[in-house]
C-alpha cells in the first residue's frame, strides 16, 4: 500500500478543542489556564493591555454522558475559594452533542460567582474587559 494515497479519517474534535472554538467565536482571546488551575482563560481584548475576567474549567473531558473528568465538589470548592483573589469569575462549561444530529455540538455553561472577599477589597466588579493593565513608566 502506497504511503502516498493512503490517508486516515480526521480525528474528531475534542470537547477542549470545541469549547475553545466557543469562546473564540464569541469575540474572547482563548489562552491555557493552566496557571490558574482551570483549563482555559478569557480575555476580552489583547492579554498585554487587560487581565483576564474569566476562568472556564472543562466539566466533561470527553462525550461519555457518564464521565465527568475527575470533577468533584472539592475542586468546585477550591476553585470558588480562589477566583475572588484573582478577580476572575468561574465557569464550569460541558461540551454535549444534541440529539438532533451527531455531528453538532453544544456549550452548556454555569457561572459560578462568590461572594466571600477581604474586608478591604469591597469594591464593585469592573465591566468584562475593565481590568486593564498598569502602563510602565519609563525611565530616562
Known sequence: MDDATSTS???????????RSHYSSLGYRVHSGLQFGTDLVLYADSPSLVHSDFAVVLYNSSFDETESGGFDWRR???LTR?????HKKLIV???????????RYDVKELMVKTF?????????????????????QRTK
Open 116 to 136: 466571600h472577599r477581604s474586608f478591604k477589597a469591597k469594591k464593585q466588579d469592573k465591566a468584562v474587559g475593565g481590568q486593564k493593565k498598569k502602563k510602565k
Open 93 to 103: 462549561a460541558r461540551v454535549v452533542r444534541t440529539e438532533e444530529e451527531d455531528w
Open 76 to 78: 468546585v470548592q477550591s
Open 82 to 86: 480562589n477566583m475572588p483573589d484573582l
Open 9 to 19: 479519517p480526521p480525528k474528531p474534535p475534542t470537547p477542549l478543542s470545541l469549547l
